[in-house]
């Protein structure tokens, strides 16, 4: 998709295909015209039936939409794959903003060619700014598998996902969708998208799903941006990367949370495997792990927590405990930090915790917040060394659980079956090649944790070239 077109020529931006009724595929995307506004733009493959797709025919008289009045012209992006109507229309929405407002506009279409914008929008939220690469589609209540972006009915929630430009972190909700109106309401609106829940609480933007018909699944991408500096990007000669892709599922025992997992063509690279059992990690002790190299790693870890110290814990201060405005993993408290320490050297001088953080309340209740503490990350003095997190709901009778994919400069932190997710990009200077190295680490004062795991050293995906092109 080149930008060699007036509605494109400043750039081909975020689409979205759609598989029609007769399996054909169609493909809208933002261009940014010679004149810098944004327009939406059709396009099909040259050869339905080549499997990859590689070449696409823009229709000959692009733009099929333009920003619409009251919309600025560039706040119009980003189209969402459609999805079918009562009626048997195509809907669509497209994210933008009315002065402070993050929005999601709705057309409906027969063609992908002409459209009717709706009286109303999907969803808007007051002071969230510009909504980008807005998503919308369906998760089940009651089954563990993803659904076809056109399902409704009964038992259905509705997910709305939108990149806040403001501050480039993408939020999500879920709710209930209006078939007859195009409108979406949050269950509950003290979370709703843009003030509350999102995919991944690191370096995590312009997320979007798909759904994979043969595995019944929803699948996520995200985009990791760099946090080194620029001059090191162009050293290198790249920069970015897409996450490992995740499926998606509806959390039923929270009935708020998404849970987000690694798809499990990840599990295929997994070579030599370890076991840890009933590791005890006493207050204040880092315990090294006999891992040969660590850094591809997959890690699988359970941490059972010493039910007494949670009953004599007092409520105190660190209630308030926040993991970006915290101390890091050397801030201790009575009841945290403990979990791993990944892409570590030998000396602790480079290392990146991974860790859960827990306080308790006057009032006796326990919070679990889910961190990752890059400022000890590398020595370089270019790079980005903030400390990232959330609270990780916690339900009674659960273990602590992680789940860690390490890729040299790449950590993708799971807490709790993905309820939370944390995305980190690391550049250590020594923690690299066989130096690098993996700890279990308690620094709470008044808290003793006994860790079981299961390591696999990773395999690169070596892909090779599709036969016969």
């Known amino acids: 998709m080149v930008a060699d077109q007036w509605y494109d ?25 010679t004149e810098g506004v944004q ?27 333009v920003p619409p009045p009251g919309i600025g012209p560039n706040d119009f992006r980003d189209p969402t794959t459609a999805w079918l109507t009562s009626e048997g229309k195509w809907r669509i929405t497209i994210g933008s903003k009315i002065n402070k407002t993050g929005i999601a506009l709705v057309y409906d279409t027969k063609d992908f060619i002409n459209y009717e914008m709706l009286d109303g929008l999907l969803h808007a939220v007051p002071g969230t700014g510009m909504w980008e690469c807005v998503d919308f589609f369906p998760v089940s209540e009651t089954e563990n ?17 939108a990149s806040l430009d403001d501050d480039r972190h993408d939020y999500y909700a879920i709710g209930t969708y209006n078939d007859r109106n195009g409108t979406w309401i949050p269950d509950r609106p003290n979370i709703d998208v843009g003030i509350g829940l999102r995919y991944d609480y690191g370096i995590y933007y312009a997320a979007k799903t798909f759904y994979d018909q043969n595995k019944k699944r929803r699948v996520l991408w995200g985009w990791i941006g760099e946090s080194d500096s620029e001059a090191a990007d162009v050293k290198k000669g790249w920069a970015s990367v897409q996450s490992i892709p995740r499926t998606i599922l509806f959390d039923k025992k929270t009935g708020t949370h998404l849970l987000q997992w690694p798809v499990e063509e990840i599990d295929s690279l997994r070579l030599k ?10 207050a204040g002790s880092v315990v090294p792990l006999d891992i040969d190299s660590a850094t591809q790693l997959d890690i699988i870890a359970e941490f059972k927590i010493d039910s007494d110290a ?7 201060s660190d209630a308030s405990f926040d993991c970006v405005t915290s101390g890091g993993a050397a801030e201790r408290g009575a009841l945290g930090p403990f979990g791993l320490l990944v892409l570590a050297d030998e000396r602790l001088s480079e290392q990146t915790p991974v860790y859960f953080y827990m306080t308790k309340g006057s009032d006796g209740n326990l919070k679990t917040f889910f961190c990752n ?40 932190s799971f807490g709790q079956g993905g309820r939370t997710v944390i995305t980190s990009r690391v550049y250590p200077t020594k923690a690299i090649h066989g130096a690098a190295k993996v700890f279990l680490f308690n620094n709470a004062t008044e808290l003793n944790v006994t860790a079981s795991l299961k390591t696999w050293q990773m395999n690169s995906a070596f892909i090779q070239p599709y036969p016969n092109l």
Not at 42 to 51: F, H, M, N, V
Not at 154 to 159: A, D, E, P, Q, S
């Open 373 to 412: 503490d890059q400022s000890r990350s590398s020595k370089a003095s270019d790079v980005d060394k903030h400390i990232y997190g959330s609270l990780v709901p916690v339900l009674r009778g659960e273990n602590l659980s992680i789940r860690i994919l390490v890729d040299h400069s790449i950590i993708e």
């Open 145 to 161: 598998n993803g659904l076809e972006t056109s399902i409704n009915g009964h038992g259905i929630k509705h997910v709305v996902k």
């Open 39 to 65: 327009v939406q733009n059709l396009a099909y493959p040259a050869d339905q039936y080549d499997p990859l797709l590689v070449h696409w025919v823009k229709y000959p008289r692009n733009p099929v939409l």
């Open 310 to 316: 949670l009953d004599k814990a007092t409520g105190s």
């Open 273 to 282: 495997g370890k076991e840890f059992n009933q590791v005890r990690i006493q």
């Open 9 to 33: 020529k400043n750039g081909v931006w975020t689409g979205s295909a759609t598989i029609l009724h007769d399996g054909k595929i169609v493909m809208l995307y933002t261009g940014s015209t």
